[in-house]
């Protein structure tokens, strides 16, 4: 079965995104969590991704 991942915005329905990739720093300041976000060109609207397996990267 093929599985497609189209990302469509919930707020303008563009299918046109800016891809980046971005880092969390903790609170605690001993980890970062790695994300990926996603920001609509058509409207800003920004989706945030956990990259990974895990959420947490211990490095
Ligand atoms: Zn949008």
Redesign the pocket.
């Known amino acids: 079965m093929e599985t497609k991942k189209k990302l469509i ?1 919930p ?2 329905k ?1 299918k046109d995104f800016t891809q980046e990739q971005g880092k969390i720093d903790s609170k605690w300041g001993l980890t970062a969590h790695k994300i990926t976000l996603m920001i ?1 060109n ?2 800003g ?1 920004v989706m945030q991704f956990s990259r990974g397996r895990t959420v947490w990267d211990f490095d």
Request: hydrophobic share 10%; charged share 0%; aromatic share 12%.
């Open positions: 915005c707020l303008c563009s609509c058509g409207c609207y």
